[in-house]
């Protein structure tokens, strides 16, 4: 009697360890999400002219992309467990800091006009819009990893190319005089981004999430190709697409779910 007594005990701890997966506890899953971040976005160089002739001297003037904080929206759907699609509002500032060094002198007012572009810093609102898709992995655990790829166009505000000083000799009065560089007609550029992303969600109520991601913002941005003729202020440009890497974290609300097993 003890011995069946003591074999069905151990039957029923056996029973217990090797319950199948489809029997044991999940957790939920997100489905629908809609997501609110805020940023970091690093910076680099974007173009450099080591021998740009200025009213009779030669400058040589450089322009780099300053790192800014952004912000992004973002919703996006899941039909299963792993792929899904995305849509995303990628909005930053886009800051450009300037450096200029005299290599033949010319006037008194190229001078000064040096010092204040090497001293110049701009910055305005800049905006991705992509669509992309995302896969995850391990949807129903405290931390799911995921990567994510996205599509779309950069719009700003502010031209990368348009370069100019103002010198105001001491003693001077009147208005200061401008030293242009580069002139460029177009202030506001639309051109392309890629971006490739991977981070983590975890769940910090029934209906949020943490999310945190780094991507690298791969987009499109006009830089001057090489020097002008003196008093040639259009210089030759192009496309070139600089990698900005951004650190973005942030919530996500979850509009749909699927529940998982409670038992």
């Known amino acids: 009697m003890r011995i069946r007594n003591l074999a069905a005990a151990l039957t029923g701890v056996l029973t217990t360890l090797i319950r199948?997966?489809?029997?044991?506890?999940?957790?939920?899953?997100?489905?629908?999400?809609?997501?609110?971040?805020?940023?970091?976005?690093?910076?680099?160089?974007?173009?450099?002219?080591?021998?740009?002739?200025?009213?009779?001297?030669?400058?040589?003037?450089?322009?780099?992309?300053?790192?800014q904080a952004g912000a992004a929206m973002a919703a996006t759907y899941f039909k299963g467990e792993n792929v899904g699609l995305t849509a995303d509002v990628f909005i930053f500032e886009l800051g450009y800091a300037d450096a200029c060094r005299?290599?033949?002198?010319?006037?008194?007012?190229?001078r000064l006009g040096c010092i204040d572009i090497d001293e110049s810093e701009h910055s305005a609102l800049a905006a991705v819009f992509s669509l992309g898709g995302i896969f995850r992995v391990a949807s129903r655990e405290v931390i799911s990893p995921f990567v994510r790829v996205g599509a779309g166009i950069l719009v700003s505000n502010q031209s990368s190319i348009l370069t100019s000083g103002l010198a105001r000799?001491?003693?001077?009065?009147?208005?200061?005089?401008?030293?242009?560089?580069?002139?460029d007609d177009k202030k506001s550029r639309i051109g392309g981004a890629l971006?490739?992303?991977?981070?983590?969600?975890?769940p910090i109520s029934s209906g949020f999430q943490f999310r945190v991601e780094l991507r690298d913002n791969i987009l499109g941005i006009?830089?001057?190709?090489?020097?002008?003729?003196?008093?040639?202020?259009?210089p030759a440009h192009s496309v070139d697409f600089k990698h900005l890497v951004s650190l973005i974290a942030g919530v996500d609300l979850v509009l749909e779910r699927h529940r998982g097993r409670r038992y």
């Open 20 to 67: 199948p997966a489809w029997a044991q506890k999940t957790g939920d899953q997100s489905r629908l999400v809609f997501t609110v971040s805020g940023a970091y976005v690093s910076g680099t160089d974007l173009w450099h002219v080591p021998d740009q002739p200025v009213r009779s001297g030669s400058f040589d003037v450089a322009r780099a992309i300053t790192g």
């Open 102 to 110: 005299e290599l033949r002198p010319g006037d008194e007012l190229n």
């Open 169 to 183: 000799p001491p003693g001077q009065t009147g208005p200061p005089v401008l030293i242009q560089v580069y002139n």
């Open 195 to 202: 971006g490739l992303g991977v981070g983590l969600t975890t």
């Open 222 to 234: 006009e830089k001057v190709d090489g020097a002008t003729p003196e008093n040639n202020f259009n």
